[in-house]
């Protein structure tokens, strides 16, 4: 509540929209007052391609929206790498997406510090963070000159402290953390409530989605084992609100997920009427029914499987990030 006024705060929500989902996205972005956190700057096909022609055309879709923010490139970066020529690319990589967040009016980047989490030796982690002290203390420096904050996003990380060291030590209020919800409960034995508790001092944004807890599937709120009706009680419990994307494969998805947020403005649309938070209560979770495995290609590059058929068929630009493929074994 806002002490002064006495009034709700309305919540600052996102969706997040691939190159073929872009209208969809726009679409309900509009009839709700949201934001859009621009995927399409995240692949190098298109940052290696005509990229200056889809900033003019980002920058027309993108007006009159009330918040943007970026997912930066994540394919293979490696920040911090202790080969040079790998961590200039990579470098290399975020200065132009930071340059094009900045044209684009974004306040927000997204990029992953990709600690891989397979490895658990102190070495590593200690060799780790302090490359990407190094690495970070620059790249948010190029950020405040183009007045961009850098959140970085929890991926493989299996305890909190492994990036928020990091955005500890450099203290760069242009540099602060993106909690992805998702990510914690499945590479993660460590709790929610420690995870926020230890990320709250840095938080600034969030990307949320459900799953089955095997695979990262970008479900909808009520499909999936995280009880997201406590979770965002507990997010918006802290002392600054952080952004919230809703990070899903499917636009429907997003949409049956708006009731859980206190919207700034109620829907054109008579067919999904504005829901108070404070009586609504968003439909039971549907029960997980066993998967159903099939053979995909993802990215041309691996074959494994999915626990269900995809509505329609997935490619670059469609998601924020494809869900890992679970591998049958003989």
């Given at each position: 509540m806002d002490g002064e006024q006495g009034r709700s705060v309305a919540d600052r929500v996102l969706l997040s929209a691939g190159q073929k989902n872009i209208d969809a996205c726009l679409g309900l972005a509009h009839e709700y007052g949201?934001?859009?956190?621009?995927?399409?700057?995240?692949?190098?096909?298109?940052?290696?391609?005509?990229?200056?022609?889809?900033?003019?055309?980002?920058?027309?879709?993108?007006?009159?929206?009330?918040?943007?923010?970026?997912?930066?490139?994540?394919?293979?970066?490696?920040?911090?790498?202790?080969?040079k020529r790998v961590n200039d690319l990579v470098r290399d990589r975020y200065h132009h997406a930071i340059r094009i967040g900045s044209e684009l009016g974004a306040s927000i980047i997204v990029f992953h510090g990709n600690f891989i989490g397979s490895l658990r030796g102190d070495d590593y982690r200690q060799g780790w963070q302090s490359?990407?002290?190094?690495?970070?203390?620059?790249?948010?420096?190029?950020?405040?000159?183009?007045?961009?904050?850098?959140?970085?996003?929890?991926?493989?990380?299996?305890?909190?402290?492994?990036?928020?060291?990091?955005?500890?030590?450099?203290?760069?209020?242009r540099l602060r953390a993106c909690l992805d919800v998702g990510h914690a409960h499945l590479f993660s034995e460590v709790p929610f409530e420690h995870w926020l508790e230890v990320v709250a001092p840095?938080?600034?944004?969030?990307?949320?989605?459900?799953?089955?807890?095997?695979?990262?599937?970008?479900?909808?709120?009520?499909?999936?084992?995280?009880?997201?009706?406590?979770?965002?009680?507990?997010?918006?419990?802290?002392?600054?609100?952080?952004?919230?994307?809703l990070e899903m494969e499917q636009v429907e998805d997003m949409r049956v997920s708006l009731p859980y947020f206190a919207l700034s403005a109620p829907p054109t649309s008579a067919l999904f009427p504005a829901a108070s938070p404070a009586t609504h209560q968003p439909p039971p979770p549907e029960p997980l029914s066993p998967p159903t495995l099939f053979e995909v290609l993802r990215d041309d590059a691996e074959l494994g499987t999915h626990p269900q058929p995809p509505r329609e068929s997935l490619g670059k630009g469609d998601t924020a990030e494809f869900p890992p493929l679970r591998v049958q074994s003989d």
């Open positions: 949201l934001g859009i956190e621009v995927m399409a700057f995240a692949y190098p096909d298109l940052l290696d391609g005509d990229w200056q022609s889809e900033v003019r055309r980002y920058k027309t879709l993108l007006r009159n929206l009330p918040l943007v923010t970026m997912h930066g490139p994540f394919f293979d970066m490696a920040p911090g790498s202790p080969d490359r990407n002290i190094e690495f970070w203390h620059e790249t948010s420096a190029y950020a405040e000159a183009h007045q961009i904050t850098i959140a970085l996003e929890n991926m493989w990380e299996y305890d909190p402290h492994i990036l928020i060291d990091v955005i500890k030590e450099i203290d760069n209020p840095y938080l600034v944004h969030t990307h949320l989605n459900n799953n089955d807890g095997f695979l990262d599937n970008h479900c909808a709120f009520p499909n999936g084992v995280l009880q997201y009706r406590d979770i965002l009680t507990a997010i918006k419990a802290l002392p600054q609100h952080p952004s919230f994307t």
